[in-house]
């Protein structure tokens, strides 16, 4: 099985900058797209940017267009999200999810990470 594991999360005042990792447990991670997703307390898991499996296609969130960047390192088993200028509406726990495709929604994904908080506060 699968397993995936976020880290890079932390405190950032607005403006700033930080990068995800979500690093894969199997040889087998470019088999699948990987996303991210978000999710802010109160609110439903937002699709916020996609990989797809041949790394072709990347996509992304209207809210993060332009501020956020998907990447993924086979040699390393990591996709990676680099995130610039930070708003505090960035604030949730940062996901990330393999599904054999991107589809912008949460429902596909097979496996999932365990989550890391990013905070955007001054």
């Known amino acids: 099985q699968l397993q995936l594991v976020e880290s890079g999360g932390g405190l950032v005042r607005p403006g700033g900058s930080l990068r995800l990792s979500c690093a894969a447990s199997e040889f087998t991670f470019d088999s699948y797209a990987i996303s991210w997703f978000r999710q802010a307390p109160g609110k439903g898991r937002e699709g916020v940017s996609c990989i797809s499996k041949t790394d072709i296609s990347a996509y992304y969130g209207e809210s993060v267009k332009g501020r956020f960047t998907i990447s993924r390192d086979s040699a390393k088993n990591t996709v990676y999200l680099q995130i610039h200028s930070l708003k505090p509406e960035d604030t949730a726990v940062y996901y990330c999810?393999?599904?054999?495709?991107?589809?912008?929604?949460?429902?596909?994904?097979?496996?999932w990470g365990q989550g890391t908080q990013v905070t955007v506060s001054s």
């Open positions: 999810a393999a599904a054999l495709d991107c589809s912008g929604s949460p429902e596909p994904s097979l496996y």
